[in-house]
């Protein structure tokens, strides 16, 4: 998988999920049918969000972004629909053009973010193991914390 094709399938699936979080809330609060969806659309949306943030600094650090393209695709992400916007952007501008710099046989990584980016490009099961128990144990914390309390 490319940065093109990560970020890009990444961002679609943000808008995607933002779009069943508002029909839910228009189901709820205007239409005031069902709450179902607020509940589905929420917990896709929340997931998809983070890994929305994740692989945008993922590629932003490939691709050697400026910081306010950067910043800008992270900002992306709570607007409604705009990570489809920032990827064409990104697109016509050619800043997702190229391959992974820093996978194995490729470009050495300088300084600390680079070292984890070379580290999961060229280690991805055990990359992968690792956010499995990383998302395992913020979910384990976040169930025994409980869900958010309605103040009034």
Do not use: C
């Amino acid at each position: 998988m490319s940065p093109r094709s990560l970020f890009r399938s990444v961002a679609v699936a943000e808008a995607i999920t933002w779009a069943l979080l508002l029909a839910g809330m228009f189901l709820k609060y205007v239409s005031e049918t069902t709450d179902v969806l607020v509940s589905i659309g929420g917990a896709l949306h929340g997931f998809v969000f983070l890994a929305y943030l994740v692989s945008t600094a993922f590629v932003w650090v490939n691709q050697r972004w400026s910081a306010g393209t950067g910043i800008l695709g992270l900002v992306a992400g709570v607007v409604p629909f705009a990570t489809v916007l920032f990827d064409w952007q990104l697109e016509r501008r050619g800043k997702l053009d190229g391959g992974w710099r820093l996978a194995a046989g490729k470009e050495q990584p300088t300084g600390p973010v680079e070292n984890v980016q070379a580290w999961v490009l060229r280690n991805p099961l055990a990359a992968v193991l690792v956010a499995v128990v990383g998302v395992s144990v913020v979910f384990t914390a976040l169930l025994i914390v409980g869900p958010p309390v309605q103040v009034g």
